[in-house]
């Protein structure tokens, strides 16, 4: 007895919705979302906690869809790691034997050091990828990322900010977020949430709220502090050693034993990468943050995980953003986008393809590990508020016209059609 097809739709989707909140699966929600009901199905990468959970989820629901339903095209997101590309191998490969229409978006900057270096699984991957009929890649330079598949159509598309950025006046949200305090994003007793549990919409997880102090933070846009104010830098992203927290602390200490005119914010949690584990990176940051609070009680703040319109206001309501990564697959920061979009000059380091994303109109770039740079940085924005105003001004329109929710999802989607 032969079992009928559920359902006839045109496109699976398979990659990672949050929690966890990063760059991927940022960037893979709101193609989700752009699909009505019953146009697409979706194999959630990142349904579960545990790694086994996800690749035992992830082959199993690649195998029902491909078993019982109907559809033309599979969009998904690349691993680039021998682990994640085991869960890859059954959509891959039934891809190619079903002669499906596959797209790949390619999110990180490492898939052909991955390759290169896959040792005896290169072939497989090889075989695998060779019937890819197009990926997406972030800027011009990373086509070389698939060199070896000369067949393969490689297409340029950028990432996006959340598109909650733009569901405000921004005369009025700048005027706003930039003279109030931090402490309206806080409900008592629903902050912080539980670890581990996503925060309700609008509340950040974290510790920390006494250092938020009413009326010191942030100075208007574009005005030198008045006395009592000051000027907004934020960290925003996973506290991992090669997103450059440690240089980030350690320089925050020397801008503060110059002047008092700052404020520094850090938001995000404790994340293991390939050179520290969560455990490990999370004594190393609160031992260096609880000093700096000694030190600087009333300059310093960490906020934990923050999202939804929390995120949108505390980026509004500062001045510079600093990420000072030398993340081995970094590539185009989702954070740096929403920091532009925002109004925020940035700080970050010439590290893989960042150089093509900050440009000298949009910040400053230093080299990776540079505690003396990220500072002087952060202190030569501080002491030109004509600059600063200007590459803030510039970063807002430039955002909105290059990186706004629309153009991305009309773009890929343009792509799978």
Known sequence: MSIKAKKVSKILLVGSLPPPYNGQSAAFSPIVGSFAPGEAFLVNI????????NTLWTMLGTLY???FYRFDTVYFTSSRSMLGFVKDIPLLLLGRWLKKRM?????????????????????LIGYCYRKVDTSIVLFEEMRKEFSDFPSMKVRVIGNCYEKLFDLQDDSALLKQSRVSPLTDLITPGKFPAPLGQNPAPGLCRGVDTDLITPGKFPAPLGQNPAPGLC???????GLMKSKGILEFLDACEVVLQHRRDVTFTIAGLPCSDNFLGKRAIAELFFRKYGSLKKQFPDHIQYVGEITGQAKVEMLYGSDIFVLPTWHPSEAFPISILEAMRSGNAIVSTAHNFLPSLVKPENGILVNPHSISEIAEAIETLLRDPVRLQTIQQHNTAFAHKEYNQEKYV????????
């Open 46 to 53: 990142t349904k579960y906690r545990s790694f086994i959970g």
């Open 65 to 67: 869809y491909f078993a």
């Open 103 to 123: 797209v790949n978006h390619l999110h990180g900057a490492n898939f052909k050091s991955f390759y290169d270096n896959s040792g005896l699984l290169k072939p």
């Open 231 to 237: 000027r907004g830098v934020v960290y925003l992203s």
């Open 410 to 417: 009309n773009a890929v989607r343009s792509v799978c059609q």
